[in-house]
């Protein structure tokens, strides 16, 4: 029996895949490991919260004391690691939030694997969870693929791109057996309305501005929560150790066209007239160090494993907008106290 340690299981990602394990495998135990800052919520997981097989912990990943305790109480035998400070636009106000946790708290995690595992490498697995930004900016053409040089531009990525270095370094150095996998942007629900996606939704039913950065051109291919959570899922149960993965959507959206798509969709729903939450549409000043264009080369894993996306994004949006629409009271929360500061601070004079 997997006795699976989940880190970050109450934010977006995370909660989808801690949904999905504990839903389809009821005989693995599901350990969900979170500090709950800003964007953890266990609003997000009450429908499983009193699963049989579902246990959780809130802890941070830098404190080992409690990592460790967390070990023995449970017997973990795996872990898939999802915790992350994950917001560019925060890494840029705060970069040592993202260094703390991104980087150090990935290498506490992996000392205190190396410790309770030691002697039996070969039968435990450390899954890392990162991201496509580590890889940098693409120019009008190509794809990142597993071999593209990392080239990172905004702390976020820096650390994330660290905490990448500091898994394999534990592979090749001490044997524990990890796989990594690099994602492009995902959307869906519960979606961390700091993000492009539910920022906009939030802004349209509110009507406020819809503050696009820049010239609006920035690229970036948008994959569907739960397709992420199934492609987790594929590369926990047969990824090769030591192996790097890319998942992406081959699903490539300037935001301009991307917001116009979501104020399209929104007025029809919400009953408007067709273009009145495109005059919402505000250009505002860039974002340090922004990066053009991402888009996932993800023909490895469809190859090995046959996964692909399973919705097309005018599906997946409509889903995650219907969610948003019947979900105001989960809006309502995590966009009251401490979300407004942050909005105000991020946007105001921009
Ligand atoms: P999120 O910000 O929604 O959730 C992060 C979770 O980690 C929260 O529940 C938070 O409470 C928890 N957490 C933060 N610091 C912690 C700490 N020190 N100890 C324990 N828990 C802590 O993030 P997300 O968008 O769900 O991303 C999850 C992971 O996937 C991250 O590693 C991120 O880098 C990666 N990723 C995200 C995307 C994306 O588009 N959102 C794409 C690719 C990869
Ligand atoms: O590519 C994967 C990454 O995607 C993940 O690793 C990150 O955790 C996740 O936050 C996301 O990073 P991005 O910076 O791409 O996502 P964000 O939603 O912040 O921005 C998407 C694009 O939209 C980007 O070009 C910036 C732009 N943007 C964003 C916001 C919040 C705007 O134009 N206006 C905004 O208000």
Redesign the pocket.
């Given at each position: 029996m997997k006795k699976i340690l989940i880190?970050?299981?109450?934010?977006?990602?995370?909660?989808h895949v801690v949904r999905r394990f504990v839903n389809k495998y009821p005989l693995y135990l599901i350990v969900n490991?979170?500090?709950?800052?800003?964007?953890?919520?266990l609003e997000n997981l009450t429908d499983i919260e009193d699963s049989p097989n579902y246990i959780f912990e809130k802890?941070?990943?830098?404190?080992i004391a409690a990592i460790s305790s967390i070990f023995d109480k449970y017997g973990i035998t795996d872990i898939i690691?999802?915790?992350?400070?994950?917001?560019v636009d925060r890494s840029i106000l705060s970069p040592f939030d993202f260094v703390?946790?991104?980087v150090i708290?990935t290498v506490a995690l992996l000392e205190v694997a190396k410790e309770k595992w030691k002697g039996e490498y070969k039968s435990h697995l450390f899954y890392h969870?990162?991201?496509?930004?580590v890889f940098g900016a693409l120019g009008d053409t190509g794809l990142f693929t597993e071999e593209t040089r990392y080239d990172p531009h905004s702390p976020?990525s820096a650390s994330?791109a660290a905490s990448d270095h500091f898994v394999r370094a534990y592979f090749d150095t001490y044997g524990i057996q990890t796989v990594v996998s690099?994602?492009?942007?995902?959307?869906g629900p519960?979606?961390?309305p700091e993000?492009l996606i539910p920022l906009m939704i939030n802004n349209i039913i509110n009507n406020k501005p819809l503050p696009v950065y820049g010239d609006g051109k920035y690229t970036r291919d948008w994959?569907f929560?739960k397709d992420?959570a199934i492609a987790i899922d594929l590369l926990f149960h047969q990824g090769r150790a030591g192996e790097t993965y890319n998942?992406g959507g081959f699903n490539e959206w300037k935001n301009i066209d991307l917001v116009n798509l979501l104020c399209k969709q929104m007025d029809e729903k919400l009953g408007r007239q067709p273009g009145t939450s495109a005059q919402l549409i505000t250009y505002v000043k860039d974002r340090p160090g922004h990066d053009r264009r991402y888009a996932i080369d993800a023909s490895k894993i469809n190859k090995e494993f046959g996964w692909k996306p399973s919705v097309t994004f005018e599906e997946g949006l409509s889903q995650t907008i219907d969610w948003f629409l019947s979900n105001k009271t989960w809006l309502e929360h995590v966009t009251s106290g401490a979300y407004t500061s942050y909005y105000d601070h991020q946007y105001e004079n921009r």
């Open positions: 880190t970050g299981g109450a934010g977006f990602i995370g909660s490991a979170d500090a709950l800052t800003y964007a953890g919520n802890a941070d990943i830098k404190d690691h999802l915790a992350a400070e994950s917001h703390y946790t991104n708290g969870i990162s991201t496509d930004e976020y994330k690099n994602c492009s942007n995902n959307y519960n979606h961390f993000k994959l929560v992420h998942i």
